[in-house]
């Protein structure tokens, strides 16, 4: 079962490696076990609902508390200390295009308020019920859209698939597989997110580099809205004006609900392979991805960590007591890649020949930056290991640690300077606090044009709500000030929500910004739906 106050399933545990700890305690101090409310007494707190009765909603207290929040850090707050006093009214789970549009007529004569509900993975506040007092007199519904999940058609001369947009990625490859194919679109939420939340959200998966990002693999599909039904068919390309896909891609829920899309989808490759190429430093690191992204030798991915982020990996992998992590320190250590060492992780997907050429000329790219390349073991450690690593989230917290992060993405010439600029807002943003902040980034995704800059940040709880909710404010303040300063979007591939709306005008201006309010205005009149998310208005 889902865990209903942390990451993915409860059956699932991911401990910090006894190395970890120690790493964390050195650099961040000692933490202190939070204590946390059980689920039966967070439900305790959900109020009545204030929805008439409709067969395809649920309004016990336990289905609605498991829809009030995502997976932000003031999400986990409130859901670890049981604040649940604003939660949806309903939560209603349509099997087809005309229950959505019957639940949106009938929320519209209740006047309440839809919040769209995928696989609830938001990390930037997409899924809470909006406070403030114009909110407050609205009851609220949520769509969950998980039963709309079947492969609805496959051509396979066209390589177009069509999905119920509430699929989820195991589910929605299985059913790919099944018939030879692949979507290739792995967000590490991939075990849990859904289809149509990677749409709304403009998400970018692990192996964009070769199958492209969420834009380029949407096709066309239905949107259900307030104002009626939008159809987008799906074309090789088109002049015909603006692109109907562009006014949903990034929406957020703000103009309606995705119900179906129509995908375009690869066979799936022969072979795979992941390989690590280690580096002295950060300068001969960046400068090799750079000449690999601008290359273009169908490569699937390309993943540089710093020599912060190189550290912080081996230590929470616990690689020091496994695959042979000593051995390769000393090893690394004597063709020069020291205590600045930066780690890049190379896949490749496709024929084999091409795999194994693909490789080889990322070697050989690699080796006149002084790239060392280890082979592919830690590669298929991170592989196996791709969709586990959000659940050291689980096991930081109950240590007494939280985990955020920011993302963004900048032209190579402002790369490193963002990155240190992130990095140090980070550092001495819970200072007045007496608390440290550890952050290491990685270049998550990379273009000809530049890359995505990914920073965790490591932190202590105080165990104190309120507290730990202004530290937090704190952090984010200063990191996406960082960002925006540094001329970065404020999103990559995580979107806007209510976490990064107070940043959006600093990159769309006032003018788009206006632009974007009057496009939801158009399919919401009475801004009914996911109201306080993307925009402020």
């Known amino acids: 079962m889902r865990r209903w106050n942390g990451w993915g399933d409860d059956s699932v545990e991911v401990e910090l490696a006894p190395d970890a700890r120690t790493f964390l305690e050195a650099r961040i101090g000692p933490g202190t076990a939070p204590q946390d409310a059980t689920f039966d007494r967070a439900c305790t707190q959900v109020p009545p609902g204030r929805l008439a009765h409709h067969p395809l909603v649920d309004t016990s207290p336990t289905v609605r508390a498991r829809h009030a929040l995502g997976q932000s850090l003031p999400d986990w707050l409130r859901l670890r200390h049981g604040r649940l006093a604003n939660v949806p009214d309903g ?27 995928g696989g609830g993975t938001s990390v930037v506040g997409h899924l809470g019920v909006p406070d403030g ?35 989820t990625g195991p589910d929605l490859e299985a059913q790919l597989r099944a018939h030879g194919y692949t979507l290739g679109h792995y967000p590490q939420s991939f075990e849990y997110s859904t289809l149509g939340g990677w749409i709304a959200t403009r998400s970018s998966g692990q192996q964009s580099l070769r199958y492209g990002r969420i834009e380029q693999l949407f096709a066309g599909g239905r949107v259900e809205t307030p104002a009626g039904t939008l159809d987008i068919p799906s074309f090789p390309a088109s002049s015909a004006g603006i692109d109907l896909r562009e006014m949903v891609l990034g929406s957020e829920g703000r103009l309606g609900i995705v119900t179906h899309a129509n995908m375009r989808i690869s066979r799936v490759p022969e072979h795979e392979a992941f390989h690590a190429i280690f580096f002295p430093g950060w300068q001969q690191a960046l400068q090799a991805v750079r000449v690999l992204a601008q290359s273009r030798l169908g490569l699937s991915m390309l993943r540089l960590s710093n020599a912060r982020e190189t550290a912080t990996m081996l230590a929470l992998a616990g690689q020091s007591q496994g695959h042979g992590g000593g051995l390769l320190e000393r090893y690394l250590d004597w063709r ?11 896949g490749a997907s496709g024929a084999k020949t091409q795999v194994v050429q693909a490789l080889q000329a990322a070697r050989a790219m690699a080796q006149r930056h002084r790239g ?166």
């Open 336 to 346: 020069g890649c020291g205590a600045d060492k930066c780690m890049l992780l190379v």
């Open 133 to 167: 007092a114009r909110f407050a007199a609205r009851p609220v519904l949520a769509i969950d859209m998980c039963r709309m999940r079947a492969l609805i058609s496959l051509d396979r001369e066209a390589l177009l698939a069509c999905f119920g947009a509430g699929v």
């Open 91 to 117: 939560v209603a789970f349509p099997e087809s295009s005309s229950q959505v549009r019957e639940l949106l007529a009938w929320a519209a004569r209740q006047d309440a308020m839809v919040i769209p509900w």
């Open 372 to 537: 060392v390349h280890t082979g592919a073991a830690l590669g298929e450690h991170w592989r196996r290991n791709r969709f586990r690593g959000v659940y050291l989230r689980n096991a930081a917290w109950e240590l007494g640690y939280a985990i955020d992060t920011v993302e963004t993405a900048l032209d190579w010439p402002h790369v490193t300077r963002a990155m240190e600029a992130v990095e140090r807002a980070a550092g001495g943003a819970l200072e007045a606090f007496g608390e440290r902040v550890h952050a290491c980034s990685h270049l998550s995704h990379l273009y000809p044009q530049g890359a995505s800059v990914y920073t965790t940040l490591v932190y202590r709880l105080a165990g104190d709500y309120e507290l730990d909710l202004l530290r937090w404010r704190q952090l984010k303040e200063r990191v996406s000030g960082a960002v925006v300063g540094c001329g970065g979007t404020i999103s990559h591939q995580h979107g806007v929500g209510t976490d990064h709306a107070p940043w959006l005008v600093a990159e769309k201006g006032e003018l788009g910004v206006g632009a974007m309010g009057a496009l939801l205005r158009h399919f919401d009149p009475d801004a009914r739906m996911n109201p306080g998310k993307l925009l402020a208005s």
